[in-house]
């Protein structure tokens, strides 16, 4: 029951901060998409990966599909369409592990295969949690293992460890930690700033969660979600 209470919490908040990404210049339409909360612009980028990921077949291509998808059920889960979301993260899925097959040793693969398991929970959260999280527990465990560097991996550990208990291994001062390790890794990530200031508001840091908050918007000034939870963060 304690193993299964652990992937509940954790995955079920990995289904919150899996849906970041490593962002490129190639891919700055589906950053900026996701960034303005903008699902149909999304559904068209999702088709336009699907068409390149079919007529090359490489790894690279695959794995960006599936970071569409990913993106996709990010923002159907912020408008609380649950099963869009669903359906997306389980679309993306097939694509994570074939770019996993194709190349076992890409930390980042690894990554977004953990990120849409956790996507997939929230629908249906326990039969989801039995099936799916294994597979975003260890999924993320491997892309650190691959790469320590990797930050967002750790801001995805953070979330999990912020929702699980002290009593099995989590808790806040466990998740900020991870939080500022993807800090010190990618100084300009806002996602780590943003989990970081939720986390503290959490604790009732209100004034230090309003601080990192703000920093997330300072670094993404098009993020709605984040400008929306600096809303709901009072400076003192």
């Known amino acids: 029951m ?11 908040t990995l ?43 490489s790894p690279d291509a695959q794995y960006r599909l599936a970071l569409a998808y990913s993106y996709g059920a990010e923002v159907a889960m912020e408008k609380k369409d649950k099963a869009k979301s669903e359906q997306l993260a389980e679309a993306g899925l097939d694509v994570a592990k074939k770019a996993v097959a194709a190349n076992d040793k890409n930390a980042e693969y690894h990554r977004i295969l953990g990120a849409l398991c956790g996507q997939v929970i929230p629908a249906n959260p326990l039969m989801g949690t039995l099936k799916y999280g294994p ?19 750790y801001i995805s550990r953070g979330v999990g460890n912020s929702y699980l208990p002290a009593s099995m291994g989590g808790g806040p001062e466990i998740a900020i930690k991870d939080f500022d390790q993807a800090i010190a890794l990618d100084p300009k990530s806002s996602e780590a700033y943003l989990w970081k200031g939720i986390t503290l508001r959490k604790e009732k840091k209100n004034a230090e969660a309003h601080i990192a908050l703000q920093q997330a918007v300072n670094l993404s000034p098009n993020r709605v979600w984040a400008k929306e939870q600096l809303q709901k963060t009072p400076a003192q």
């Open 15 to 57: 289904s919150l901060c899996c849906f970041l990404s490593g962002a490129t210049a190639s891919n700055s339409d589906l950053v900026a998409a996701r960034d303005r909360g903008d699902s149909g612009a999304l559904d068209t980028l999702i088709q336009q990966s699907l068409a390149s990921a079919s007529a090359s077949k």
């Open 135 to 153: 597979c975003a527990r260890d999924e993320i465990d491997r892309a650190i293992q691959l790469d320590g560097k990797n930050a967002l991996a």
């Open 2 to 12: 304690s193993s299964l209470r652990f992937s509940f919490s954790f995955v079920l």
